[in-house]
C-alpha cells in the first residue's frame, strides 16, 4: 500500500479517535484506514495500537513514531504550498467554526477576506454549542472562552465583559437591586456555557473578584434566547456586551450594580497546532487580528 497514505491515516486516527472518524475525515471507508494501518504495522514489525471494541490508544512506539508522522506530514505539505503557490496565496477550502452570536464580528471579515483571495472557497459554521475542532475537521473557530483541549493552540483577540441588566417592566414588579447579594432572590437568566456556572463573578470597586450564587427559571446555551426573555422582563440578564450595545442606549434594558464589574473574558481564535500553518488559514487569522481593535467597543460597550 501507498506509503505516504498510511502516515497520512495513522496521523488521522490519531486525531479523531478512531478508525470510523479517521475514515471520514479521508473520505475513505473503515476497512480501508484498518488496512492502512495493519500494513504499516506489518512493515515496522510493532503494534502501533491498543485496540479494544470500544476505543484505540496509541503505545508506546506509536506515540514516539506519531510525533515524527506529524512532522513528516507538516514537512510535506509546506513543500506542496512552496511548488505550487510559493506560499504567498491563500487557496482551498477554509473551514470555520464561530458562536452563534459572534458571528456579526467575523462576517465582515470573513468578506473582506474573500474579497481579497477569490482562490479560497470558505466553509463557515454557525453553532452555540462547543466543537472538536480536530475531530470535525475546522481549520480554525472563533470563540468565547479556551477551549478545554490544552493541545490547542489559541490566541487572543479582544477582551469583552458581560452586562448585568434587566428591562424597566421587571425592576417595577420585582423592586429595584442594591446590593450584589440581592440578586440570589431574583429570577437570574443564565447561559449554559458560562463557566463559573451558577455563580456570577464580579470585580468590586476595590479591585476585589466577589460572587454570588443565583438561581432562576431559564438556562440555555443561545444568548439570543436569553435577551428575548429578559426585553419581556422575565428576569435579570448577564448579558454580554455585543448583544445589547442597542438595548441600552435606548433605554429597553438597564444596567444594573454599577459598583460591581463582571469579570473580564476573552474572544480567541482556537486551531490546532501544526508545524507550519497554511497561507489560507495565517491569512484569515491574522485579519482576525487587525479587526479586532474596531470591535472592541461593541465586545465592551460600558468600557
Not at 443565583?214 to 440578564?237: C, K, P, Y
Amino acid at each position: 500500500m501507498d506509503r505516504l497514505t498510511g502516515l497520512t491515516a495513522f496521523v488521522r486516527v490519531v486525531e479523531t479517535g478512531g478508525f470510523s472518524a479517521a475514515g471520514r475525515r479521508l473520505n475513505m471507508s473503515t476497512t480501508m484506514v484498518s488496512n492502512h494501518i495493519q500494513a504499516l504495522e506489518d512493515r515496522l514489525g510493532v503494534r502501533l495500537f491498543n485496540r479494544t471494541t470500544r476505543k484505540v490508544s496509541l503505545t508506546e512506539v506509536g506515540k514516539t513514531y506519531y510525533e515524527r508522522c506529524v512532522q513528516i506530514l507538516a514537512d510535506i505539505e509546506q513543500a506542496d504550498d512552496i511548488a505550487g503557490a510559493l506560499q504567498t496565496k491563500p487557496r482551498g477550502t477554509l473551514r470555520i467554526h464561530c458562536a452563534t452570536h459572534i458571528v456579526q464580528f467575523v462576517a465582515p471579515i470573513l468578506a473582506d477576506y474573500l474579497k481579497s483571495y477569490p482562490d479560497v472557497t470558505a466553509n463557515l459554521t454557525i453553532a452555540e454549542h462547543a466543537v472538536d475542532v480536530i475531530a470535525e475537521g475546522f481549520d480554525l473557530s472563533v470563540r468565547l472562552t479556551p477551549p478545554p483541549d490544552s493541545s490547542l493552540i489559541v490566541r487572543s483577540l479582544a477582551t469583552w465583559r458581560h452586562v448585568l441588566c434587566c428591562s424597566p417592566e421587571y425592576l417595577t414588579e420585582h423592586g429595584p437591586l442594591l446590593q450584589l447579594a440581592d440578586l440570589a432572590g431574583h429570577n437570574c437568566l443564565r447561559h449554559a456555557l458560562y463557566p463559573y456556572e451558577n455563580d456570577w463573578h464580579f470585580t468590586d470597586t476595590t479591585g476585589k473578584t466577589v460572587s454570588v450564587r443565583v438561581s432562576g427559571n431559564l438556562i440555555t446555551n443561545s444568548g439570543e434566547t436569553l435577551r428575548a426573555a429578559a426585553l419581556r422582563g422575565v428576569g435579570v440578564f448577564l448579558a454580554a456586551g455585543f448583544l445589547v450595545t442597542d438595548d441600552l442606549p435606548s433605554g429597553r434594558l438597564v444596567p444594573l450594580l454599577p459598583d460591581y464589574t463582571p469579570v473580564e473574558f476573552a474572544m480567541n481564535v482556537v486551531y490546532p497546532h501544526r508545524h507550519h500553518l497554511s497561507a489560507k488559514v495565517r491569512m484569515f487569522i491574522d485579519l482576525l487580528a487587525q479587526h479586532s481593535a474596531d470591535h472592541q467597543r461593541l465586545m465592551n460597550p460600558n468600557a
